[in-house]
């Protein structure tokens, strides 16, 4: 079965840092390329920042460009975020995501992932 499971959430002040981490099981890690997004409190779920499966193609949206970086760890099943100047209007629930077709296009959109884990909180207090 494919689990996403992320982890590194929290309560951070704003202008602090977060690092979140999704362990990925059930699928070729190396074959998938990873999204984040994330849901605020009355919103609708909104892309963040995804990578593609083998080159490292990344995307970032307007809202968190120069301030969160995202990785993977291709031995470790992993995929990192970054988050570094946060702003109260980064709290959210974020979730990583699978998506395992055109896996060199590191696609900002949800309909493209076929596969979600359950989300981690995260809320910046000003």
């Known amino acids: 079965e494919v689990q996403l499971v992320e982890s590194g959430g929290g309560l951070v002040q704003a202008g602090g840092s977060l690092k979140l981490s999704c362990i990925v099981s059930g699928f070729s890690f190396r074959d998938y390329a990873i999204g984040w997004f994330r849901q605020a409190p009355g919103k609708g779920r909104e892309p963040v920042s995804c990578i593609s499966s083998i080159d490292g193609t990344t995307y970032y949206s307007d809202s968190v460009r120069g301030r969160f970086t995202i990785s993977r760890d291709n031995a470790r099943n992993t995929v990192y975020l970054q988050m570094n100047s946060l702003k109260p209007e980064d709290t959210a629930i974020y979730y990583c995501?699978?998506?395992?077709?055109?896996?060199?296009?590191?696609?900002?959109?949800?309909?493209?992932?076929?596969?979600w884990g359950q989300g981690t909180q995260v809320t910046v207090s000003s």
């Open positions: 995501a699978g998506k395992g077709r055109r896996t060199w296009d590191p696609s900002p959109l949800q309909s493209d992932y076929e596969y």
